[in-house]
Each structure stands twice: as structure tokens, then as C-alpha cells.
């Protein structure tokens, strides 16, 4: 490390505490190297020439990034966080030169933010001053996810905005007034939540917090895997050696773990309590859930300085350790914690706790269908029951629900809602950087033109790999899964060898049942499929070659061609061979992962070795665990709950280094159904974003009012019991220069042909045919457009009837309620196909284009509208703009709406459309459903500037989310 880089460096550290100032002056005064210059010529000079993993390159971006997004700092002027003028502010401060402004802007830029919070009113205490004072294991997690785990400075930066969300929301652990706050935190599947609450459970020790509970899925493996990730990045070396030798093969648990050996594990470099600083004392290990404490109740017994104090006096709270606990969510276990808690109930009381929900969903009695897991079932209602005590005992205790299924318990179930309903927040976080989730693997809203889905344009050509829906031909696929999983192996061996970091792990996924003798049969099946492979023998290299050049190497090329990527198939040959030894080695290319111990030979540990093999499994293998390296998913248990589909997508994540080579072997309904739950969440995140901005300096919805909006809108959720409902009512949904797009139509032929038949202004309006482009011509289509009146429009839409009854209720209230200066006319048009092979004559009227979209229910269908054909809507409802032909521009004015109409017929199973008729000939109103994309100008505010209102049905309980009915 040079001397300047040391200078710097040395510079920036102080700045944790302080924050930005003058750099040079800062970095010359801590120099130890009294002959260099440290000016702006010099600084740029060496990040110019820096590689990306340079320290200095890499701390300053940290700093800068975590400036950046500080909400507000009392060095920041009062600047919004992640904005320019916040980045001016800060290069101020720092004192460098413009041309070193300009270095910084392109090598840091400022990063925007996705972070979502609906809240109540909370009462700050989570200050500045507290954080910089109290950051003993923050600041040690940090700097172990930028030394150990890679992480750069822009995930840490939002990974220290997420956690203060959730801290700050909190009660203050030292105030007088008993509170618990309860509150949700949303992210993805396999996105990275763990990280998250790690950093929310040392942020809220430093802060003093003494007693952290975190309850774990329902299996071991996920219990294990949780433990090991606290230990191993929040508790630290020095914690986990408590008393302990580490040779001690008896009572210490990492004895022979290899990141333990290799120093992986976070070192704070002395004992904590050595310098002021709480230990955290572990009441569970990773070989160990909770037990009866055998040496004593005094393990949960709070040490106080000043006995004549209450503990959570900041006196006794900064001086006492905390404990921490990961429990596996099982009756029996919790309920030994809550007996033994119950011996010491005179103190709980006074001591600050923070309960950490992961796989939230979980917890909840009536969250999915009695049919469904029914085993499980019944432990879930008792361990709500265990969590409602636990809340009682602890009165000062923090609920924090962490999942990435939100439909779920805490939404829709009522009989929560007096004990972990979110009644004070819900955060959902943003998309991780290099995540692959389930819109990965769909081609949602895609438009491919003429030359059709290829590799490079279209996520399931490159990705999915259909099944037939029944078992027919189901070896020849599973062979084909084997073939890709070694292909993909052997390219990630080729890619070592090309200087890339080592793949530790490659697993291929197959889940196809629940029931364990299904596991047997199998494993059994692919077991066979292995040996009769000719891996081993020149049989299988025309199979292989074939497989690699029509698949493998052109979705490398097209999905990742900046990887090193074989460029023919004998290159490739000498990595197959050693893939297929790795996955073979120990003689048996599958482990079993269920819970049958017969069946179950094998423990899979990726923390102790690594895992190249084939996996098959059921429930353990489903919900929060993770599958490292998984390559290769085969996919085909059916389920028809939402929160347990996405659940089972082990195949989302990270896939750094290796995106190009995932593939998913599903079947088309199970695929049509992860699409479905894509677009669910979507629209829901979608709303959450639209009301989490204030309005006026005012909350537009608080978390007792989120339940109503998602149940009005997804109507296969689990509605409220028969003798409850919900507190808030929905009443008015606005959305000026927002797209109002509705899928969800009847699918009967005579509500069909009601609906149709409503839409004949619409159809006589738009009667001219047109030519639609850009300026630039940069895209371009033919359509049948005109315009109609507002309350023309309006009366079309009250006419129409949907799937969810009243579903666009509150947009109507909205839209009636707009006035002359709100919107005078709509623009109406019927975007038009290239071929005429679709046209038909609707309601006496056309010819015109009818499009195939398809229905992922019999009343529900996917996206309607098309990118392409929405492109003259910004100018239309800017009321400025040109957007084609003259008669088109001459529509385009002030406080005028776009309203995209598709006469729409289903596809078939097969793929086909259902289309009646040939073309020109008149079809039937019953058998063609008018689908429409709506947007109303931007002037379209309303009365005030809130994008929705509410109503509560019982007045004298404005806060309670769930009431009885009258």
C-alpha cells in the first residue's frame, strides 16, 4: 500500500465520527511519510489508476456512499439524502477541486433508492450523536461484510439506510414508558434479509438492547444456518471463545469448521467487555437449539451496576451483556424459553428485548389452506400462541417480522392482529444489486417484434426449460438436466482456470414432492440415470457437444459475454471430465435432504465442505434455506398458495459469476403460476411505493390501512373471518399520470359480451386510422384513434363489470370526482398488428386487431398493454407533445388522457389463440374481452395532492386495523 493511499485513508476514518471535511489538510496532518504531497492532482492521479478492489478507491466510496444517504446529518445542511445537492454539500466539505468533483461523480455516483416505509407516528431518540457513540458491533459487521464478504460500498450504504429505518422505529431501550413497537420488514426470496436483521440486531445491542430472540424456520437446517451466520458475523471470535478452548472438541462448535480455521470469522480484537462494551453471552450454539438452562436460571438473570436503579436505566443497561437466542419455531422448544423466562417474571419487566421474526409467515395459525401442510399447521398455531406469550412476558419487547411473502398472516389473518399485526411499520427493501428473483426467469411485459424471442432479448428462452405437464418422457428429461448441471460444472471449472474465484459449490435442485417416499424414488431414479449417463466412457460426448452448442455456450455468448466462456465443445471436454469426477467423487452424485433419517444418509454442510451434487428434497430444502450454487433447478410440486410457491423458487438469488448458466426445468402451469405471484408482488410493491411518499408533510397511509388496499386488489387472498373486518375502507385511489391497468375480467361469455358491449362509444370514437412515432422515429405503429368527452369515458367504465366485484371502485370515486381544470377529453386509441390475420369486426365496427394475451386464471390474465404501444402516452398526458400524424398531434392537448384499448382472447394450453373466425369476419362480443391501459393526465390531482383516502368504519378506533362487525 502506498503512502498515499495510507494518508488517505488515515484521513477518512475520523470522518465516521465527524463526518466529511477538509481531505488533503486531514490526510497531510496523519501522514507518516512527511515528503509526500497530498493534493488534488496526486488524489486523482491514483484513483485514475486504480483497479475497482483498491483499499483507498474502495473506503472513499464507502464514505461517500454512506454520506450520501444519511437522512439528516447535522453536517448536511439540511440537503435531501441521495441527491446532488447532498454530494455538493459533501464535496464542500472535503475541499477538493472541481476536476476531483468530477472524478468522484464518475466513479461514485450518487445512488438513488428504492427503500419503501409506511409508518405511524414514532418518537425519535435513535440520534446522530447515539450512533456515532454507540457502533461497537455495527462498525465491526460492516467491516466484516467489506473484508470478508465482499460487499461493495453501495450495498453496504443501504444495508446501514435499511437497518436505522428499522432501529429508529424502535423504542428507545432507556425510556421510562413501557413500548412495543411491532413492525414488518419485506424483502425477496434468497435476497439477503439475514444480512439485514444481523445489522438491525447489532445496531440495536450498541444501542441497548440485552435480550435478542430470533426465531428461525421450522427446520434445523435453516436453525443451523442462521446460528452459524451470527456467530460467525455479528458475535465474533472473541465472543464465541467465552471461557472456552478452542481445541475443545466437546464444548466448542466450530472446532473443525474451515472458515474458523482460516480466520474467517469476525475478530473484534479484544473482548468487548475489556473496553466498555457489551459481550453477548449465547444461550444457543449451532449444534444446540434452546434447552433447559442446566446451569441455571442466573444465565437469564441481567447483571445491574446500581441495584437501586431499574435495568434499563442507561446506568445498568451500557455496563450488562446481552444474550442472544436462535430458536427453531417448535412448541416444544419455545415453550421451554417461556417457562424459564416465567421464573424470573420480576425482572422482565425492566429488560429491553428485541424479537427478531424470520419467515414471519410462518407464525400465523391461519395462513394457508387446513389442507395444506397439515402437520405443520398445527405447530404454527402453537407457535403463535408462544409468541403472543413471549410478548406478554416481555412488555419492553420489540416484534420485527422479517419475509418475503407479505400476502400473508400479518395482511390478511385478523386473529393477529393484538399480537404481531405490523401496526407501527412496514419497510420493504429494495431489489438487491445482481439478484435473480422470479421476474428473472419470466418475460413479463417483453415485446420481441418480428424476429421473435432469442437467448439475448427473452428471460425464459435463456432460463426455462419447459416440462410436460404429466410424467411422460420424464427420464429423457431428467438426463437432460444431468447433462446441463455437469455442462455448467465444467464451465465454471474452465472459468477457475481463467482467473475467476473458485466455485465452492455446484448443486442442481430436483423437488417434486413432499412426502418422503417420493424422495426415495427419486433419488433412486437419478442414481440410475447417473450410471447409465456414459460419463464415465466416450458414449455421452455427442450428447454432451450437442447440448453444449445449441444451449449452453449461445445463452453464454448472448446473457454474459464479458465471462470467459469456451468457445467449442472440445475446449471444453477436459473441465467435463473433471466436473463429472467432482460430482461423483464420494461414489453417489445425490444427497437425500428430508427428514427421514433412513432416507437421509448424507448431512448436507456447506459451511464444512464443499457441495457439488444433486439434491433432492422437500420442506427442508423450501423456505429460507439457502442452496449454494444451485445451477440447476428441477421443478414440478404443485401448490395453490402463493406464499408457499415463491418460497419453493430456491433457485432466486445471487449467481454471481454464473447468471448465465441457470436454468429451471418446470412445467408450464407452475411457471404460469410463478408469473402470476411475480406480478402479484409487483403491483403490490408497486403501491406501497405510490402512498409511501408524504403528501404535504403528512403520512398518506399508515400500516392499519395496508390490509384493505392489498385485499381489493388480489382476490384470491384469504378474506377476513365472518365475524371481523377490516377498520379502514378504501374509498378513493387517484392516480394522475399513473397507469390503471386491469386484469382481472370475467372469463363467462354473457359478463363478456355486458362488457364488450359497454365499450361501443369507445369503438365508434376511435375511427380513424393512423401512423403513431417518436420524433426520432425510433418506434412506430398503426392504429385506430380518436377521442371521447370525460364523462363519456367515465360511463363506460361504470359500466363495466370485473372478477373482483367493486375492484375499481376507488379509481371511480376518483375519476368523478375530477372537474373541467382536472381533464376535459380522452384520447382513445387501438393499436394495430402488422398482419391483418388477426382483424376482426367488433360490434359492427372495424376491422381491427384482436391480440392473444394469456389468463394465468380462468378470471386473471397477465400483462395487457405492450411497451411499444404506450410511448405517445408521456406526451398525452403531459398535454404536449407529438406523437405522429398530424390528426394524432392535433388530439395531444392540456388536461387530456390516454386510454390504450386491446379487444383481447385467451391463449390455449398449448399456446395457440383462441381467436374465432377468419380474418375480417365479425366476432362474437361474448368471446372477445376489451382490456384496457388508462392514464389520466397529470393536472388530474383532485381536490388535494394525496393519491388515496380511507375511511374507517368504527370512528372511536382510528388505529385498530381489525374490528368486529356491527
Known amino acids: 500500500m502506498t503512502a498515499i493511499s495510507t494518508a488517505y485513508r488515515a484521513a477518512l476514518r475520523p470522518m465516521d465520527l465527524n463526518g ?20 488534488d492532482d496526486v488524489l486523482r492521479g491514483h484513483l485514475a489508476a486504480a483497479q475497482p478492489d483498491d483499499a483507498l478507491r474502495k473506503d472513499l466510496h464507502l464514505r461517500l456512499a454512506t454520506w450520501d444517504a444519511e437522512e439528516k446529518p447535522s453536517w448536511a445542511g439540511g440537503t435531501p439524502p441521495r441527491t446532488q445537492e447532498r454530494r455538493k454539500r459533501i464535496i464542500d466539505l472535503l475541499r477538493v477541486d472541481e476536476k476531483t468533483a468530477s472524478l468522484f461523480a464518475e466513479l461514485f455516483p450518487v445512488a438513488s433508492s428504492d427503500l419503501m416505509v409506511i409508518d405511524k407516528e414514532w418518537e425519535p431518540w435513535y440520534t446522530e450523536e447515539l450512533r456515532q457513540e454507540r457502533n461497537f458491533y455495527w462498525a465491526a459487521y460492516r467491516r466484516h461484510l467489506a473484508e470478508e464478504r465482499g460487499f461493495g460500498a453501495e450495498a453496504i450504504a443501504r444495508l446501514d439506510a435499511a437497518t436505522t429505518s428499522v432501529v429508529e422505529r424502535l423504542a428507545d431501550p432507556s425510556r421510562f414508558e413501557r413500548h412495543q413497537a411491532k413492525g414488518l420488514v419485506v424483502g425477496y426470496v434468497q435476497s439477503g434479509k439475514t444480512a439485514n436483521f444481523t445489522g438491525v440486531i447489532a445496531k440495536a445491542i450498541d444501542a441497548g438492547y440485552r435480550l435478542i430472540v430470533v426465531l428461525t424456520g421450522t427446520t434445523d437446517l435453516l436453525r443451523t444456518q442462521t446460528q452459524r451466520r451470527l456467530d460467525m458475523e455479528l458475535a465474533g471470535r472473541e465472543n464465541l471463545l467465552r471461557g472456552i478452548s478452542e481445541d475443545d472438541t466437546e464444548s466448542f462448535d466450530y472446532h473443525d469448521d474451515p472458515d474458523w480455521i482460516d480466520g474467517n470469522f469476525l475478530q473484534h480484537g479484544c473482548r468487548p467487555s475489556d473496553v466498555g462494551r457489551p459481550d453477548i453471552i449465547r444461550l444457543t450454539t449451532r449444534r444446540f437449539d434452546y434447552r433447559s438452562l442446566q446451569q441455571g436460571i442466573s444465565a437469564l438473570d441481567f447483571e445491574r451496576r446500581d441495584r437501586a436503579r431499574a435495568f434499563f436505566d442507561p446506568i445498568n ?17 419455545l415453550r421451554k424459553l417461556v417457562k424459564d423466562l416465567g421464573k424470573i417474571t420480576a425482572r422482565l419487566g425492566e429488560i429491553p428485548a428485541l424479537i427478531i421474526d424470520d419467515e414471519s409467515d410462518q407464525a400465523s395459525p391461519n395462513t394457508s389452506n387446513p389442507k395444506k401442510w397439515a402437520e405443520d399447521q398445527i405447530e404454527r398455531t402453537a407457535i403463535n400462541k408462544v409468541i403472543a406469550e413471549l410478548l406478554v412476558l416481555l412488555p419492553r419487547a420489540q416484534y420485527v417480522g422479517y419475509t418475503a411473502t407479505p400476502f400473508a398472516n400479518v395482511f390478511i389473518d385478523p386473529s393477529d392482529a393484538e399480537n404481531i399485526f405490523p401496526k407501527d411499520f412496514l419497510i420493504s427493501l429494495e431489489r438487491p444489486h445482481e439478484y435473480m428473483g422470479a421476474e428473472d426467469f419470466h418475460d413479463i411485459d417483453a415485446f420481441f417484434g418480428e424476429e421473435g424471442p432469442t437467448f439475448a432479448n427473452s428471460k425464459e428462452k435463456a432460463h426455462v426449460r419447459p416440462l410436460n405437464q404429466d410424467d411422460a418422457d420424464e427420464d429423457r428429461r431428467l438426463l437432460e438436466a444431468l447433462d446441463t448441471f455437469v455442462l455448467t460444472g465444467a464451465v465454471k471449472l474452465y472459468r477457475e482456470d481463467q482467473g475467476l474465484p473458485p466455485y465452492t459449490h455446484h448443486t442442481m435442485l430436483v423437488h417434486e414432492a413432499m412426502k418422503t417416499v417420493k424422495h426415495r424414488e427419486q433419488a433412486s431414479v437419478l442414481r440410475d440415470l447417473w450410471r447409465k449417463s456414459g460419463y464415465y466412457s ?8 450437442d447440448l453444449y452448442e445449441k444451449d449452453v455456450l449461445p445463452v453464454s455468448a448472448a446473457v454474459a459475454p464479458q465471462l470467459p466462456t469456451p468457445a467449442t465443445f472440445d475446449e471444453l471436454a477436459p473441465y467435463v471430465a473433471k466436473s463429472v469426477r467432482r460430482i461423483g467423487h464420494s461414489g453417489d452424485p445425490v444427497i437425500v435432504v428430508n427428514s427421514e433419517k433412513d432416507t437421509e444418509k448424507e448431512e448436507i454442510d456447506f459451511d464444512k465442505r464443499s457441495v457439488w451434487r444433486v439434491l433432492v428434497g422437500g420442506n427442508k430444502l423450501a423456505r429460507g434455506f439457502t442452496v449454494e450454487g444451485l445451477t440447476v433447478s428441477y421443478y414440478r410440486r404443485l401448490t395453490k398458495q402463493q406464499d408457499t410457491l415463491m418460497q419453493m423458487g430456491r433457485w432466486f438469488g445471487f449467481r454471481r459469476n454464473y447468471r448465465d448458466l441457470v436454468r429451471l426445468y418446470i412445467t408450464p402451469i407452475l411457471h404460469e403460476a410463478f408469473e402470476a ?18 403528501v404535504e408533510g403528512g403520512r398518506q397511509i399508515t400500516p392499519a390501512q395496508i390490509p384493505p388496499l392489498v385485499a381489493q386488489h388480489l382476490y384470491w387472498l384469504k378474506p377476513t373471518a365472518a365475524n371481523k373486518m377490516y377498520n379502514a375502507q378504501l374509498t378513493e385511489r387517484r392516480s394522475p399520470g399513473i397507469p390503471v391497468e386491469p386484469r382481472c375480467f370475467p372469463s363467462s361469455i354473457q359478463a363478456t359480451r355486458q362488457n364488450t358491449e359497454a365499450f361501443l362509444p369507445l369503438v365508434e370514437a376511435a375511427s380513424k386510422r393512423v401512423s403513431l ?17 370525460h364523462p363519456i369515458l367515465l360511463s363506460v367504465l361504470e359500466s363495466i363489470s370485473f372478477a373482483v366485484p367493486d375492484f375499481l371502485r376507488p379509481d371511480l370515486r376518483w375519476l368523478a370526482s375530477l372537474r373541467g381544470e382536472d381533464v376535459t377529453k380522452w384520447v382513445v386509441i387501438f393499436p394495430q398488428q402488422a398482419s391483418n390475420s388477426s382483424e376482426r369486426v367488433i360490434l359492427g365496427h372495424g376491422p381491427m386487431s384482436v391480440f392473444v394475451r394469456k389468463r394465468l386464471r380462468d378470471d386473471y390474465f397477465s400483462v395487457i398493454s405492450e411497451e411499444r404501444h404506450r410511448h405517445p402516452i408521456q406526451a398525452i398526458k403531459r398535454g404536449f407533445g407529438t406523437i405522429g400524424d398530424p390528426f394524432a398531434n392535433d388530439l395531444v392537448r392540456p388536461r387530456t388522457g390516454a386510454v390504450l384499448v386491446y379487444p383481447v382472447v385467451p391463449r390455449k394450453a398449448d399456446g395457440s389463440a383462441l381467436l374465432p373466425g377468419e380474418s375480417g369476419d365479425e366476432v362474437d362480443p361474448g368471446k372477445v374481452t376489451m382490456a384496457f391501459h388508462l392514464v389520466a393526465p397529470s393536472t388530474a390531482t383532485g381536490r388535494d395532492s394525496k393519491l388515496v383516502t380511507f375511511t374507517t368504519r368504527d370512528r372511536s378506533r382510528q388505529n385498530d386495523p381489525i374490528v368486529d362487525k356491527f
Open 677 to 694: 405471484s411475480c406480478l402479484d408482488e409487483e403491483h403490490f410493491r408497486a403501491e406501497l411505493r405510490r402512498y409511501s411518499e408524504p
Open 538 to 545: 466416450p458414449a455421452s460426448g455427442s450428447r454432451l457437444r
Open 773 to 789: 412515432y417518436g420524433e426520432s422515429k425510433n418506434w412506430k405503429y398503426e392504429t385506430l384513434i380518436g377521442s371521447v368527452a
Open 317 to 333: 443497561l451500557l455496563q450488562s451483556d446481552a444474550r442472544l437466542l436462535v430458536v427453531k419455531k417448535n412448541g416444544l422448544v
Open 20 to 39: 466529511p471535511g477538509g481531505l488533503h489538510v486531514l490526510a497531510a496532518a496523519l501522514s507518516t511519510d512527511g515528503g509526500v504531497v497530498l493534493d
